[in-house]
C-alpha cells in the first residue's frame, strides 16, 4: 500500500523561505510529484522528481532521497499569493496518483 | 478546450436524490480521472479512464457510484440516491497519458457537491 505524511499547516513571513516535507511509503517507486491548491481552486503541477537530489524552478525547488522516502518542496523569498495547499503525491500501480492530506502554507506580512 | 472544465461548479441536493457531474477534458487528452476531496482531507481516487479501455473503477466507494466516458472525451459521474457523506469536492483531471501515472494531471476547478 501506499502512505504519505505531510505536516497539515505552516505559517511563514513574506520573504522568507519555507521548507514542505514529505515521507513516503510506496511500492514500486515511480516518481513524486507536488501540486498547489490554492482555497476554492484546481490543483496545478508544481514538479516531479524521479531521481535524488534538488531540482531548481525559479522561486520553487524539490527534493527527493529515494533511500529515505522523503521529499521536500522549497519556496524561497515567499509572496502572498503562496498561500495555499501544497500536496505530495506517487503514483502506485499504472493508473492511480495517490495524494496525501496537504500541508496548509499561511504567507503573513 | 484551453483547460479542464467541470460542471456544475455547485450542486446542492437532497438526501436520496441521484446527481451527474460532468467533466469535459482536454482536447487530446485520452486519459481521464475522477477525484474526491473532502474538507481537510486528500484526493481520494475514484475512477480512471484511458482510450477504449476497461476503466479502473478500484477507488468508486459503493455501487451506488458509476462514471462514464462517451466517445473517448466527456464523462459523467453518476451519484445514485445520495448520502450526506458524500458532500465533497470532484474533482476531475486529465493527462497525455504518455507515461501512465506519471504524466502530470490537469484538474478542472470541480464540482462542490452538498447534500442536505
Known amino acids: 500500500g501506499q502512505n504519505i505524511d505531510q505536516p497539515t499547516e505552516m505559517t511563514a513571513t513574506e520573504g522568507a523561505i519555507v521548507q514542505i516535507n514529505c515521507t513516503y511509503q510506496?511500492?514500486?517507486?515511480?516518481?513524486l510529484f507536488w501540486y498547489q491548491q490554492h482555497a476554492g481552486e484546481a490543483p496545478t503541477f508544481l514538479s516531479y522528481?524521479?531521481?535524488?537530489g534538488l531540482e531548481e524552478k525559479g522561486r520553487f525547488s524539490s527534493f527527493l532521497s529515494r533511500s529515505k522516502g522523503y521529499s521536500y518542496l522549497l519556496l524561497k523569498e515567499l509572496q502572498m499569493k503562496d498561500s495555499a495547499s501544497y500536496l505530495c503525491?506517487?503514483?502506485?500501480?499504472?493508473?492511480?496518483?495517490?495524494f496525501g492530506t496537504g500541508t496548509r502554507l499561511t504567507v503573513i506580512p | 478546450g484551453a483547460g479542464v472544465s467541470q460542471s456544475p461548479s455547485n450542486k446542492v441536493t437532497e438526501k436520496g436524490k441521484d446527481v451527474e457531474l460532468r467533466c469535459d477534458p482536454i482536447?487530446?487528452?485520452?486519459?481521464l480521472y475522477w477525484y474526491r476531496q473532502s474538507l481537510g482531507q486528500g484526493l481520494e481516487f475514484l475512477i480512471y479512464?484511458?482510450?477504449?479501455?476497461?476503466?479502473?473503477k478500484s477507488g468508486l466507494p459503493s455501487d451506488r457510484f458509476s462514471a462514464e466516458r462517451t466517445g473517448g472525451s466527456v464523462s459523467t459521474l453518476t451519484i445514485q440516491r445520495t448520502q450526506q457523506e458524500d458532500s465533497a469536492v470532484y474533482l476531475c483531471?486529465?493527462?497525455?497519458?504518455?507515461?501512465?501515472?506519471?504524466?502530470?494531471?490537469?484538474f478542472g476547478s470541480g464540482t462542490q457537491l452538498s447534500v442536505l
Open positions: 483531471a486529465s493527462s497525455r497519458q504518455a507515461q501512465g501515472a506519471r504524466e502530470k494531471l490537469f
Open positions: 510506496t511500492s514500486g517507486f515511480n516518481g
Open positions: 522528481n524521479v531521481l535524488d
Open positions: 503525491a506517487v503514483p502506485t500501480g499504472a493508473n492511480n496518483l495517490f
Open positions: 482536447s487530446g487528452h485520452t486519459a
Open positions: 479512464f484511458q482510450g477504449n479501455s476497461a476503466p479502473d
